[in-house]
């Protein structure tokens, strides 16, 4: 009698550890959200709710699952099978508002990043790949951000990615400085990506600012990716998302990770032996430049 419980129980634990949540993602009134980003608190496992609010995780209902969004204030909570989350609105303290005519005469481009053929997959994670600019005595005359430029290397037409602009407070990125979702599209390919953000009239922070890219774990991305295992020579297939970014190497450790419901420091990379390759004894970053104007 006891084997059969243990053997009942057994499958029980096996099943609440792989179970599937399904759930919704709404504003206070009841509109869904669509692509908040979700993730399983401390673990690796995450996705994106799709443009319904609707979200599937692999997961059970007793792990703290956390909910981003734009416009919205981090959620950490428990979630049963098919509960409705609650996002509330964020309110963020600003600062006095000076209102003046740009003139948009001059502009610097910041960041020195180029195209390599060096690029990070996101696999099935919805990460946030962030790039701190810190700030400088030379963008007084070029205080405004204009453009971000950054480089993608899509293996699928038309992938969608949401780029995130943060506050950052000396450590960490922290409140998101536009109160509405920026997705942009990507063409196939290696590719040079020009948006325009003049119309926010963003001011380059005094502490800095983060631009993030964020991969969207939705059906339209998926772009599933294969390699060839050299010790069985069998053709593996893993579940992927459009697009990958190119990465460069830096000196500085300025590149973050949104991961696990929280932010990491990427640090410098370094092993037992000297190697010539370009990251050794440096930091992989995404590719992002920074267009400034006046």
């Given at each position: ?5 243990l053997?009942?129980?057994l ?7 792989t179970?599937?949540?399904?759930g919704?993602?709404?504003d206070e009134s ?5 692509y ?12 994106t709710?799709?443009?319904n609010?609707?979200f599937?995780?692999?997961?059970s ?5 956390v909910f ?5 204030e ?36 910041i ?9 990070q997959?996101s696999?099935d994670?919805?990460w ?9 005595t ?5 205080p ?14 038309d992938?969608?990615l ?6 950052f ?8 400085l ?8 990507v063409?196939k390919?290696?590719?040079k ?13 005094e502490k ?7 991969w969207?774990?939705i059906?339209?991305n998926?772009?599933?990716?294969e390699y ?22 830096s ?11 929280k932010?990491?420091r990427?640090?410098?990379?370094l092993?037992?032996?000297?190697s010539k ?5 440096r ?6 430049n920074l267009?400034?104007s006046?």
């Amino acid at each position: 009698m006891q084997e059969k419980r243990l053997f009942l129980w057994l499958i029980l634990f096996c099943f609440s550890a792989t179970a599937q949540i399904n759930g919704v993602v709404v504003d206070e009134s009841g509109k869904p959200i669509p692509y908040v980003n979700i993730w399983v608190e401390n673990e690796n496992i995450g996705t994106t709710s799709d443009e319904n609010g609707a979200f599937k995780i692999n997961t059970s209902e007793d792990k703290i699952l956390v909910f981003s969004s734009v416009g919205f204030e981090v959620k950490k909570t428990l979630v049963k099978e098919g509960e409705r989350v609650v996002l509330k609105e964020a309110v963020y303290k600003l600062g006095e508002v000076v209102i003046s005519k740009r003139k948009q005469d001059k502009e610097i481009e910041i960041g020195d990043d180029e195209r390599i053929h060096h690029r990070q997959l996101s696999g099935d994670k919805p990460w946030i790949y962030g790039k701190l600019f810190e700030q400088d005595t030379i963008y007084k005359k070029t205080p405004f951000l204009k453009k971000i430029v950054f480089y993608s290397d899509s293996d699928k037409k038309d992938a969608k990615l949401k780029i995130r602009i943060f506050e950052f407070n000396d450590s960490i990125p922290t409140n998101d400085l536009l109160s509405e979702d920026l997705i942009v599209t990507v063409k196939k390919g290696m590719r040079k990506n020009v948006i325009d953000i003049s119309k926010y009239n963003l001011r380059f922070p005094e502490k800095g600012i983060v631009i993030g890219l964020e991969w969207m774990i939705i059906e339209e991305n998926r772009a599933d990716f294969e390699y060839k295992d050299h010790q069985t020579k069998k053709l593996i297939k893993l579940e992927d998302y459009a697009p990958s970014l190119v990465v460069n190497y830096s000196d500085k450790e300025n590149a973050f990770t949104y991961s696990q419901g929280k932010w990491l420091r990427s640090k410098v990379f370094l092993t037992e032996k000297k190697s010539k390759e370009p990251w050794y004894n440096r930091v992989m970053m995404p590719a992002i430049n920074l267009i400034l104007s006046n």
